[in-house]
């Protein structure tokens, strides 16, 4: 069950609840270094909308018939498709579940503290460079969406509006489903999407998750604090479900009991895994111990691998075997 701990130390937190304060931390902290290391890789990272034409060849196999020139094909009696380069500029939204497992975390910050940061730190990225970023936030369902913008201020207001958003403990079960839903609703153009997420919810978004990919390109930010996976030895304490408020004291303190959650954790991950490669995403993983600079540096040279993989198959229609396994997802 999703986890809530009273232990967590709400420090970090109470500094982040000024977006002004939080964005200027990120500027001065990650995105200035950011900016300079991924220099020259948005369009490996994120791609435009637009699609401008840059030249034809011969068709394989694994082409695209849309893409096919049929006056040049009649003129030389074989195939051609056509080639195109992407705009760089781009909208970029953000999906983010603010449930109330996300407000968990076994230090000083929370799921929803790794989220504001991340979204914060992408949005600022994105922006700098002339695209606009949105944002659907969903509690126990889809009750803000903000219109994509560019500039600082629109940044600092989708910050404030995700801090506003309050959690609702025992409001019930999530369903990302519903979430997604919305956004195919919503989102009519093709774009980045960011489903920020620690995936905790009822069966059956995954889904909706793939017909997502369909028309946009589809990110999963996985958010997961360290606690979920392994539990220490705590003796006897109290876990509560933060979605339901259904309470079980156990007795940490019992290694049967540890292998078993340990067991029944590593179940978890197999299995979402598995639905996120299924759905053709690629995922991030977020934990709330770790350095968001790093988390985002190791998806860029990830992202790049899958692109330099996409160029190779595009020439050979054979992956070679080092990159073969990036096909799945980066989790």
């Known amino acids: 069950m999703p986890a809530s701990s009273s232990t967590a130390a709400p420090t970090e937190a109470a500094v982040d609840r000024n977006s002004e304060a939080l964005l200027k931390r990120l500027e001065w902290t990650v995105i200035r270094r950011l900016d300079g290391l991924l220099q020259g890789n948005y369009r490996t990272l994120w791609r435009g909308a637009g699609l401008d034409l840059a030249d034809l060849r011969e068709y394989q196999h694994h082409d695209d018939v849309r893409h096919i020139d049929w006056n040049v094909t009649a003129r030389l009696q074989h195939p051609y498709v056509r080639q195109f380069t992407e705009d760089r500029e781009m909208s970029a939204w953000f999906l983010v579940d603010l449930s109330a497992s996300v407000d968990f975390g076994s230090d000083a910050t929370t799921k929803r503290n790794v989220a504001r940061e991340f979204v914060g730190v992408l ?3 994105l922006t700098r460079h002339g695209n606009r970023v949105g944002a659907l936030l969903y509690g126990t369902d889809v009750d803000t969406v903000i219109p994509a913008r560019t500039g600082r201020p629109h940044v600092l207001h989708l910050l404030e509006r995700m ?3 309050p959690a609702e403990a025992g409001a019930g079960s999530t369903n990302l489903r519903d979430l997604l839903r919305a956004a195919q609703g ?5 774009s980045s999407l960011f489903v920020v997420s620690d995936f905790i919810s009822k069966p059956g978004w995954e889904v909706t998750l793939g017909q997502l990919v369909t028309r946009h390109e589809v990110t999963a930010v996985r958010l997961y604090d360290p606690l979920e996976m392994d539990l220490p030895d705590l003796g ?3 876990m509560r479900d933060a979605e339901t408020g259904e309470q079980i004291v156990v007795d940490t303190h019992d ?3 540890r292998r078993r ?11 979402l895994r598995e639905a996120l490669a ?12 770790e350095d968001l600079q790093n988390a985002i540096l190791r998806f860029a040279d990830l992202r790049k691998q899958r692109s330099r993989l996409a160029n190779w198959s595009g020439r050979s229609g054979v992956a070679p075997d080092h990159l073969s396994s990036l096909k799945t997802g980066f989790a």
Do not use: P, Q
């Open 278 to 289: 299924s759905a053709g995403v690629d995922t991030l993983e977020l934990a709330t111990d």
């Open 123 to 125: 949005s600022r990225l």
């Open 163 to 165: 801090a506003a958003r």
């Open 236 to 238: 006897l304490i109290t």
């Open 255 to 257: 290694r049967g009991f």
């Open 186 to 190: 919503i989102i009519k153009r093709r």
């Open 261 to 271: 959650f340990a067991a029944a954790a590593e179940r978890r991950e197999t299995a």
